[in-house]
């Protein structure tokens, strides 16, 4: 019966599986461990304990909502909040989170306030500043953000952190492992402060892995798109021996007709406020299916036939069928790049169907 809902994404657990296993044993064989990325599927319960069960311990996501979805389903792993905590959620980072990511002395002080008040120590890991300007704290002043922390109860700095190719696309090449590697060593050596994690990135960071001479004192990667979509992030290329395509996304046509290619009429703005260009390509066979920008990043969608996406509203996707000959009722498939997944997983419109043979 699941098998007819639809839209719907198909989510391969085997797939998954064998996956997370693969890069357990590639980054182990020299001591990284990993972070299990669930931002990008929604902190899915299921998703969740196949990653557990092939080596990886900790799993890290922005969402507290996603990180209690998790505790609540009986998922036991350490829980890390993957995104800065806000001053208006303290008191749930505390209740959810084992460790959070924090780049904030006023953020970390109300950490400790309500770490006191629940009789516990919160574990944070430092962000640092290298270069991609998303989130961290500048190098030159971690020491003395650092000497503020250390007299805080109820925290305990566990680990320093870099983030890479997310927001500004920078690279993680030797050189910022490098800097990296002596910051935490001048971190360890000035405060007699042991850092139990040393993250380097996250599944940007495989290219660096694979021709590094030496990773230095980098022992922990967060990985999400490397887990579920099987590639590196700098050129989306795949891994080898890892599935692209544990995710496929499945949509129904609601209407097959020829129709001109260009609209005809007065042009203005649409929907979304843009003004289209089209090229003129004659009568064309075009078909609509039954989702749109509400429902997933359609720029995101890699069909898995010979058809062009022209467009999308909130609702319809426009389709070139080209010479296929697509009729009303049937089902198109589509593979993912990771904005479309992080769009469906979270679309409550998008019914998730999981198997776990290959």
């Known amino acids: 019966m699941n098998q007819s809902i639809l839209p719907r994404v198909e989510i391969n657990l085997a797939k998954i599986a064998h996956n997370t296993a693969k890069l357990v044993e590639i980054y182990a064989s020299e001591n990284i461990e990993l972070m299990g990325v669930t931002k990008t599927v929604c902190g899915s319960p299921e998703i969740a304990k196949t990653i557990l069960g092939q080596g990886i311990h900790m799993l890290a996501d922005s969402k507290l909502v996603n990180l209690k979805r998790m505790r609540d389903a009986g998922i036991k792993a350490n829980f890390v909040l993957l995104r800065i905590p806000a001053l208006s959620e303290i008191d749930s980072v505390i209740k959810n989170a084992d460790i959070s990511i924090n780049t904030e002395l006023s953020v970390i002080k109300k950490l400790s306030e309500a770490a006191l008040r629940n009789n516990t120590v919160h574990k944070i890991i430092l962000m640092i500043e290298m270069g991609d300007l998303r989130e961290g704290i500048m190098p030159e002043n971690l020491e003395n953000f650092i000497q503020e922390i250390l007299v805080l109860k109820g925290i305990e700095i566990v680990g320093i952190a870099v983030n890479f190719a997310c927001f500004g696309g920078v690279k993680p090449n030797e050189q910022k492992m490098n800097d990296l590697s002596k910051l935490a060593s001048d971190v360890e050596e000035k405060f007699s402060l042991p850092l139990s994690y040393i993250s380097g990135g996250n599944s940007a960071n495989y290219n660096w892995f694979m021709t590094a001479g030496s990773v230095g004192k980098v022992n922990n990667l967060r990985l999400g798109e490397s887990i579920y979509l099987g590639r590196e992030t700098l050129n989306r290329r795949a891994i080898p021996d890892l599935y692209t395509d544990a995710f496929t996304f499945v949509t129904e046509i609601i209407e097959s007709k020829t129709?001109?290619?260009?609209?005809?009429?007065?042009?203005?703005?649409?929907?979304?406020?843009?003004?289209?260009q089209f090229e003129d390509r004659g009568q064309m066979s075009r078909v609509i299916l039954g989702v749109g920008s509400q429902d997933v990043l359609v720029a995101g969608l890699i069909p898995t036939l010979d058809i062009e996406i022209l467009g999308s509203s909130s609702d319809h996707t426009v389709i070139d069928a080209k010479k296929i000959n697509l009729l009303v009722g049937d089902e198109v498939t589509f593979n993912l790049n990771y904005g479309a997944l992080l769009s469906i997983m979270t679309s409550p419109y998008v019914y998730k169907k999981y198997s776990k043979t290959i």
Do not use: L
């Open 259 to 276: 129709k001109p290619s260009i609209p005809y009429g007065e042009i203005g703005q649409n929907a979304f406020g843009d003004f289209q």
